[in-house]
């Protein structure tokens, strides 16, 4: 399966990822700029925020209330920010699309 | 279990200088990835392996770090977010979040943390040559956090005296206990005032955070407020001057200091790996664990290595090298998991902040020339001092 990162220049990148990998870890293992995932995986950090298209958005199960009050402390929150840390691929995301923005912090 | 002895026996890590720390761990490293070092005395274990290290981190039921902060320091500092665990952890920790993310830190540093660092300056003008580390890097990190308390300019002196008595428990638990009284009885004011009449500041927020239903209470606050000191202080400090040790010794750096804020972030975190200030962090085991071929038993004290992890040669390339251009995305500087510092948004802006307004104020500072810098510290570590010219060589 593919996930694709897009950074707030545009570029796109296309990684091979595997289902059970989140898309925070998908993306620092295969160095895509613009995501840190400094507390790995823990809510703890703040440094793994993007933005999901909407259609993506309904396919996955909607932020806990911890992510919800980190993410309303990032930078340029829109309606579909995630943590991305916070997002288990499945085989059913394959194609998933992940824009990032221009700051983490 | 046969005592295994330790290492390097004639060295105690938590009572000697170890200027050349990082040449120890790279010998340690050949005996293995987790090895026994003397430690206040007795021999303990240590990480050094980058990979095990983040495992260890992750661990809560073999490393749960709230097991050595409740015995060192439960009596004076309270039941902290450091000695919580699990679902008490999860919810106290989600109420005082939001004063530390990303947005709420870069509203602090145009109002507090640029006038902190301008104050600070401002004090070294006309002055031929000055120890950094005393004049600046010390007072600046420790002055953010009583400017985020609110408390007024003329009580900052007893305010330091009280926080760092707070954590000589183990030493002088009287003295620790009364300072504990002074400092509630303080802040108590201070919450109490904001509880009536909230403004948009720190305390405030604080005041009237909610979560799921909760609220933080008195006691939840001063918690708080009693770790920021040593959790937010010593640690900034510590590595504000060995950033700038090594950007005002190197030209190049110098001018990547002054260059844009991209710039910046990347020499902060290049300078938190290169000599990382939380060195090496005491846990205790909370359960039998076999990690990198060492028989840890519950109860075995566990250094854990995190200036080796950030300058493991199989993680890190070339790790001695201080180089901003580096991937620095696997930094442990501020832990991992759910105990992960819960003020790095705030130190790395004081960091970057403290380049910029530093090289514009004083664009011709250097180092003092012949004046040697001397790292020293295995649990905390910095520069010992800092001498500098502010003027270069006028
Ligand atoms: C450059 C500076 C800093 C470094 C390297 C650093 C490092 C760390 C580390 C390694 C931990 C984890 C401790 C553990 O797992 O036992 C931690 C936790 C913590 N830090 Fe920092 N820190 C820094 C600055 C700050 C600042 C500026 C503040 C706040 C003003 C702060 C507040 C805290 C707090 C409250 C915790 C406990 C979090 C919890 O238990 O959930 N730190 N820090
Ligand atoms: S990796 Fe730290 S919050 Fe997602």
Redesign the interface.
Known sequence: MQVIFIDSEGMKTTITAAPGDSVMHCATAHLVPGLIGECGGAMACATCHGYVGADWSRQLPPPSTQEREVLSGCLDVQPHSRLTCQITLTAALDGLTITLPASQT | MAQIAPLLPEIDFAYDDVTNLHQLLDALRHHGPVVRIKFLGAPTWAILDHKLL?QA??DVKNFDASAAYRLNSEPSMGRTLLAMAGEEH?TS??LV??A?????V?SYIQPLIEPVAHELLDRIAGKREVDFVQAFTRPYPFTVITRLLGIPVHDEEILLQWAVKLIDFPWDPTGALEAKKAFDSYMQTIIDDRRHKPTDDFVSLLAHAA??GQKLDDERILALFRLLFPAGSDTTYKNGGSLFASVLADPELRARARRSDQDR?ALVTEGLRWQTPTAMLPRMATGDITLGGASIKKGDWVLFGITAANRDPAVFPDPHKFDPTR?N?A?IS???????C?G??LG??ELETALRVVLTRYPDIRLKPGSAIEFVGAVLRGPRALWVQPYGDA
């Open positions: 983040n981190f992750n999860r920790r989600a979040a939001p530390f993310l990303p947005a709420k870069r979560f799921e972030e991937d995305r930094l501020f832990g991992r998991g759910m105990h992960f819960l790095m948004h790395r802006r």
